[in-house]
């Protein structure tokens, strides 16, 4: 599917961080090198298979836990084989590299590997709320926003992609990110900035609204 | 000199083993046969533990079992910066409790699918799983918001507590008993933390967070 999907919000992948993500049932690895670079690589080693996500960072590279190869940020070319240090690995040799994103709130995946295009205008500048993990198809989540969002009518932009638009209120978009064909999670960023004596407030009561989302999804798949 | 009874694969004997080595205090461990030999329902342990289970420490004659009571005494008698167990803080004493008796019931669901999976011990597995998943789902949220607030542990504040450690061991293990962490964003990044405290020790499952 060639198509820009949302897998994460930007904070939540810090530097030298490795975390743990699936898109459409591909196991991603997505990691941040030390000097900010964002990856998302299939999370399998070409040596042995082993998942990244269970390997360290180290600087600009990624280290596999089982045999210690090193993989390049940004190409993902293997540069150390420490059982032949000498020999410089094979330009063949890294992991499956997927095109990634950042609009500045969200980190944006292509599945096909292929697209070395943008993706279409995002998410403008404003606060990413929490994501949630919901065992549902995006069909049934994509059902359940359409019946409203705390009272307030709800629109479909595109298959993976509704907003709440209110004139008394900063709009509100969801974006379903398909983890699996059973599971999904609901990205949603509100537009605009918010006050720091309400953030907390504001990303706890979404969060909740949110949670009853899932729970609605979950109880009708 | 401490008595550790300890056993390399259990989580719990992991989590006082831990904070032994991010205290820098030295001990002795005693490996009990668990599996196959249940060394730990013999005649002799259950003199020390009737309960017959791991871990139970020895210190200068005062026996304790029970690892979340382990850890309580550990850090109140030699954290000297008391940190890890704040005991003027009757809040943070109050959270640090709500999380020890969070992580038993981790230790009776993931804990529990674990042994199942990897020792054939007899469970309700889809029941010890929906149940873990339950916990870690409390727990993510509890730790995104904590990140939010501009905060790293289980417990307010900027230091560790005995609660993130108790915690700890039976989420990392999760995925030996067939609970994936794949939804909680929050936990890996908190676990990240866990694993960059000075003096941290990994164990069998547990992988260090940086090449050594």
Known sequence: MNRWFAVTPSAAVPRGHIA?????????????SASGQLNAWENRCPHRGVRLTLGSCSGEQLRCQYHAWR???????????????????????????????????????????????????????????????????VATVRQILREGYAGQAVSLLDEFTLDVSNPDAATLRFMLQPVTRAETVIHAHLQGGLAAAERLAVLRHHNWLLGAVRDRAEAAA | ???????????????????????????????????????????????????????????????????????????????????????????????????????????????????????????????????????????DEQLWFAEAAGEQWLCSGQQPTIADLACFPYVMLSEEGGISRLPYPAIRRWGERVKQLPGFIPMSGIFPAAAA
Request: proline share 7%.
């Open chain 1, 20 to 32: 743990h993500a699936q898109l459409l049932g591909q196991e991603l690895a997505l990691w941040r």
């Open chain 1, 71 to 137: 993989f390049a940020s940004g190409s993902g070319q293997c540069t150390l084989i420490p059982s032949h240090p000498g020999q410089v690995p094979a330009s063949t040799i890294h992991p499956a590299v997927f095109a990634v994103f950042e609009d500045g709130a969200f980190a944006w995946v292509n599945p096909t590997r292929e697209s070395d295009a943008r993706p279409p205008a995002l998410s403008p500048p404003g606060t990413p709320l929490r994501s949630i993990f919901t065992l549902a198809p």
């Open chain 2, 1 to 139: 000199m401490i008595t550790l009874y300890d056993y390399e694969l259990s989580g719990n004997c992991y989590k006082v083993r831990l904070l032994l080595h991010l205290l820098g205090i030295s001990f002795t461990s005693r490996n009990m046969d668990f599996h196959p030999g249940r060394e730990h329902k013999s005649a002799w342990f259950l003199k020390l533990n009737p309960l017959g289970q791991l871990p139970v420490i020895d210190d200068a004659g005062l026996v304790l079992r029970d690892a979340q009571a382990i850890l309580v005494y550990l850090a109140s008698r030699y954290d000297t910066a008391g940190t890890w167990y704040p005991r003027q803080d009757p809040a943070a004493l109050g959270r640090i409790s709500q999380w020890l008796g969070f992580a038993d019931g981790l230790t009776a669901t993931a804990g529990a699918a674990r042994l199942h999976d990897t020792m054939f011990v007899e469970v309700d597995i889809g029941k010890c799983r929906a149940g873990a998943h339950a916990l870690l789902r409390i727990l």
